[in-house]
């Protein structure tokens, strides 16, 4: 369901105002709310009268006929436990699999055919699943074991990196240093090993003092990536929200530039001509010659919202790591050059923010790890306007 969709059947609440952001209400919808009628231990983590904002949302779906798709996924397989059938399939592909969660990987376990024809194990070759949990960027995780698709001992791990230069690469792998990563079962996972097979130009890092500078810096790269060859429709800027996506927008129409942007369930036309913009989570699955990464600010990367209302050090620790996906899944968008900025004021909350942080340090760390004489903060992509 769209965000849109979420506002408008949202009960009025009626804790703080303080309290009353959407985004914090659909995470703990997603992620904490357990099947109808249960009550888990997790009652204990949830705020005073959640449950009761929790049922008047269930019930608001059943009376207009919707459903969470964890939800569909769970009468799904009822559906098929009560009425076994044949299924026509030979096999099921699964791509993008760290964004499915506990009750999707019980549904395409109980749509794969069975060795025995039965409910029992899966049938050889009947289940092909590729995912990478570095990039899971909706916060759902789930154990295949645990859901039954078993796949100890014939998996395999991709380390070539077809896309990108292996200088964005290695400050995509840089921003996730500190992060832990499952493998989609019960092990973790690392990116050591992981190559590019060409090499580019170093990724640009901005800190300017001011949204102009921002912008004046954003327009020279793009005039840069153009005369280097690279078509607009092939340059890609992408922001954390939609507002500040709008602003870039008219701020590059005014400098005389046309845009694009790229919505939501719908596919890039490229024969459209125009530099793409596009939120960080809708640019999954895309790639362009040329990405920006803008307005990489205190306030926006993590939300100030969302991290200010989180109610203990591991649930900020697991937002920040969560950002930290989003920002390696944006930076691999790019082929040839990546552009990072951000703007504001500095202060000391600035300076010890996790977006500056993770910017900052990974911009270091790729660049130490890259030969050659690239000691100047400028040689290393770092401008401080």
């Given at each position: 369901?769209?965000?849109?969709?979420?506002?408008?059947?949202?009960?009025?609440?009626?804790?703080?105002?303080?309290?009353?952001?959407?985004?914090?209400?659909?995470?703990?919808?997603?992620?904490?709310?357990?099947?109808?009628?249960?009550?888990?231990?997790?009652?204990?983590?949830?705020?005073?009268?959640i449950?009761?904002?929790?049922?008047?949302?269930?019930?608001?779906?059943?009376?207009?006929?919707?459903?969470?798709?964890?939800?569909?996924?769970?009468?799904?397989?009822?559906?098929?436990?009560?009425?076994?059938?044949?299924?026509?399939?030979?096999?099921?592909?699964?791509?993008?699999?760290?964004?499915?969660?506990?009750?999707?990987?019980?549904?395409?376990?109980?749509?794969?055919?069975?060795?025995?024809?039965?409910?029992?194990?899966?049938?050889?070759?009947?289940?092909?699943?590729?995912?990478?949990?570095?990039?899971?960027?909706?916060?759902?995780?789930?154990?295949?074991?645990?859901?039954?698709?078993?796949?100890?001992?014939?998996?395999?791990?991709?380390k070539?990196?077809?896309?990108?230069?292996?200088?964005?690469?290695?400050?995509a792998?840089?921003?996730?240093?500190?992060?832990?990563?499952?493998?989609?079962?019960?092990?973790?996972?690392d990116?050591?090993?992981?190559?590019?097979?060409?090499?580019?130009?170093?990724?640009?890092?901005?800190?300017?003092?001011?949204?102009a500078?921002?912008?004046?810096?954003?327009?020279?790269?793009?005039?840069?990536?153009?005369?280097?060859?690279?078509d607009?429709?092939?340059?890609?800027?992408?922001?954390?929200?939609?507002?500040?996506?709008?602003?870039?927008?008219?701020?590059?129409k005014?400098?005389?530039?046309?845009?694009?942007?790229?919505?939501?369930?719908?596919?890039?036309?490229?024969?459209?001509?125009?530099?793409?913009?596009?939120?960080?989570?809708?640019?999954?699955?895309?790639?362009?010659?040329?990405?920006?990464?803008?307005?990489?600010?205190?306030?926006?990367?993590?939300?100030?919202?969302?991290?200010?209302?989180?109610?203990?050090?591991?649930?900020?620790?697991?937002?920040?790591?969560?950002?930290?996906?989003?920002?390696?899944?944006?930076?691999?968008?790019?082929?040839?050059?990546?552009?990072?900025?951000?703007?504001?004021?500095?202060?000391?909350?600035?300076?010890?923010?996790?977006?500056?942080?993770?910017?900052?340090?990974?911009?270091?760390?790729?660049?130490?790890?890259?030969?050659?004489?690239?000691?100047?903060?400028?040689?290393?992509?770092?401008?401080?306007?």
């Amino acid at each position: 369901m769209s965000k849109e969709a979420y506002d408008a059947r949202l009960p009025a609440l009626s804790w703080a105002p303080q309290k009353r952001h959407t985004s914090v209400f659909r995470i703990a919808f997603r992620n904490m709310l357990p099947p109808k009628n249960e009550r888990t231990l997790i009652a204990a983590l949830i705020p005073p009268g959640i449950w009761a904002i929790f049922a008047a949302y269930r019930a608001r779906l059943d009376q207009e006929n919707l459903s969470e798709p964890e939800d569909a996924y769970r009468a799904a397989r009822e559906i098929l436990a009560a009425k076994p059938a044949l299924l026509p399939y030979r096999a099921v592909v699964v791509d993008e699999a760290q964004d499915l969660g506990a009750e999707a990987f019980k549904l395409i376990a109980a749509i794969a055919p069975k060795a025995d024809g039965g409910g029992g194990k899966a049938a050889p070759d009947s289940l092909f699943v590729v995912g990478d949990a570095h990039q899971r960027i909706y916060g759902r995780k789930a154990s295949m074991t645990k859901c039954g698709i078993d796949v100890r001992g014939r998996s395999k791990k991709l380390k070539v990196c077809y896309r990108t230069s292996d200088e964005i690469r290695r400050w995509a792998v840089a921003v996730m240093e500190g992060v832990t990563v499952d493998d989609l079962d019960e092990s973790s996972d690392d990116l050591r090993g992981y190559r590019s097979l060409f090499h580019g130009p170093v990724p640009e890092v901005l800190i300017a003092k001011t949204t102009a500078g921002e912008m004046n810096a954003l327009t020279e790269w793009i005039e840069n990536c153009k005369d280097d060859g690279i078509d607009e429709s092939d340059i890609c800027v992408l922001s954390r929200t939609n507002p500040i996506l709008k602003e870039i927008g008219e701020a590059l129409k005014q400098k005389g530039y046309k845009t694009v942007q790229i919505a939501p369930g719908e596919a890039d036309n490229r024969a459209k001509s125009g530099i793409r913009l596009s939120t960080m989570h809708r640019s999954k699955g895309l790639e362009f010659s040329a990405v920006a990464l803008v307005r990489i600010n205190e306030d926006v990367v993590p939300p100030k919202a969302l991290l200010s209302l989180a109610p203990d050090a591991a649930i900020r620790r697991s937002l920040i790591a969560g950002e930290k996906s989003l920002i390696h899944v944006s930076a691999t968008r790019a082929k040839r050059k990546l552009f990072v900025s951000s703007s504001g004021q500095p202060g000391a909350y600035r300076k010890s923010h996790p977006a500056i942080l993770m910017v900052q340090s990974a911009q270091d760390r790729a660049a130490d790890d890259i030969p050659g004489p690239l000691n100047a903060a400028r040689d290393r992509g770092i401008l401080v306007q």
